[in-house]
């Protein structure tokens, strides 16, 4: 098989390749036949920045196989179970969702560069979750999804991304801010990602956010009880409306190097807040 010249390669978008390294380059060329046949005998030679990074790349090398009636037994039993692979958790787990604030605007106005904020946000995320003890279970576009065994994690690793985010020194000097949801429960793991009310209520929690601000559900700081992680505090903002959901009590959790004043949820009108620590 030839090699992809360098003027066929620009022709084509990232999702003809497997795998997009952090700096942007492009490795894998899955857009026909040929090259999936050379993309799986070479998978193993590629140095990937994470487990997550390269179930990915196995996931989609596989799809494109599919795709092209390629039947790779060795490549399957060797190197691809699937997303189970990563041993998410059961039972009851703690989820964190994020999203970033203003991304189509973002988008927009960087053009190519917002794929570098983009890797760069993603980078900040894992390595926060990661070090916290957690799993992603997911990221697409701007948004980020992670479980954890404990809540106490899952704070611990928002926290974390909120203050990397604000020093960071992003592309083009843009502001970049995240909004982030916290709750938990008993979800259902099927084919490698949670299914379950659960993963609404957090989804609907990290919406409500505003950039900056870390919003967790009653239910989670229950779990929490009297261990909450050092030097982080929690204000009442009332009961909110969650489309679909209906009444939830939301909480917004502070710490003394971030900001702590923000408008109201957007889910409607809350009920009278109280703030404690």
């Known amino acids: 098989m030839a090699k992809l010249a360098d003027r066929d390669r620009k022709k084509l978008r990232d999702t003809a390749f497997a795998y997009v390294d952090p700096s942007g380059r492009r490795r894998l060329p899955i857009h026909d036949e040929s090259h999936v046949r050379n993309a799986l005998s070479r998978f193993n030679q590629v140095v990937f920045e994470d487990e997550v990074a390269r179930d990915r790349a196995r996931t989609r090398l596989l799809n494109a196989a599919r795709r092209f009636g390629i039947v790779p037994v060795g490549f399957v039993t060797g190197q691809l ?38 890797t760069d946000a993603r980078r900040i995320a894992r390595t926060a ?13 701007d948004e980020y999804f992670a479980v954890f065994r404990r809540p106490q994690q899952a704070i611990e690793a928002a926290v974390s991304i909120q203050r990397q985010v604000r020093d960071h020194a992003w592309t083009d000097g843009v ?15 099927a084919e490698g990602s949670y299914v379950g009310v659960s993963v609404h209520t957090v989804s609907r929690i990290c919406g409500a956010a505003h950039g900056g601000q870390i919003l967790v559900s009653r239910a989670t700081l229950a779990s929490v009880g ?42 409607g009108t809350p009920t009278p807040a109280t703030e404690g620590s």
């Open 175 to 189: 502001a970049v801010r995240m909004r982030m949801g916290i709750h938990g429960g008993r979800p259902t793991l």
């Open 81 to 118: 179970r699937g997303r189970g692979a990563r041993n998410l958790p059961q039972g009851a787990v703690t989820f964190l969702m994020s999203d970033i604030e203003g991304s189509t605007a973002l988008l927009l106005g960087l053009g190519d560069r917002y794929r570098t904020l983009l």
């Open 226 to 267: 009297d261990e909450m992680p050092a030097g982080i505090g929690v204000i009442d903002l009332g009961e909110h409306h969650l489309r679909g959901l209906g009444a939830q009590s939301l909480f917004q959790l502070t710490a003394a190097d971030l900001p702590a004043t923000f408008p109201p949820p957007s889910t």
């Open 129 to 141: 979750v990661r070090r916290a003890g957690g799993w992603e279970v997911d990221a697409r576009a």
